[in-house]
């Protein structure tokens, strides 16, 4: 079974960037799609962004061209760039492995962004 660690949250000021990391063990990244999602309080949790197979991505219409997804086998770990962050982006940010029928899901990385 997969397990998921995130992090690499913190406070930024609006127009700056952060990068997330969503470290992996137990089976390689490379069996397994990949997503990042956010929740802010009182709200759905939202789908930001997903990779998988030799690197394939997708990514929600509201961080298109601002947020990057990206993998790094050797390191097996997904990374989020977040760039010219909103305060609208503030929320808490989780990583899911789907390496089958089942989803795995990282305890979540704060993110602030301050006016």
């Known amino acids: 079974q997969v397990q998921l660690v995130e992090s690499g949250g913190g406070s930024v000021e609006a127009g700056g960037s952060l990068k997330l990391s969503c470290a992996a063990s137990?089976?390689?990244?490379?069996?397994?799609?990949i997503g990042w999602f956010r929740q802010a309080p009182g709200k759905q949790r939202e789908l930001l962004s997903r990779?998988?197979?030799?690197?394939?991505?997708s990514y929600a219409d509201s961080v298109k061209g601002r947020y990057i997804i990206s993998q790094d086998n050797a390191k097996n770990t997904v990374y989020l760039q977040m760039n010219n962050l909103q305060t609208e982006d503030t929320a808490v940010y989780y990583c899911?492995?789907?390496?089958?029928?089942?989803?795995?899901w990282g305890q979540g990385t704060q993110v602030t962004v301050s006016a």
């Open positions: 899911a492995a789907d390496c089958g029928a089942r989803r795995t």
């Open positions: 137990g089976l390689p990244l490379s069996s397994c799609r």
């Open positions: 990779i998988w197979g030799a690197g394939a991505t």
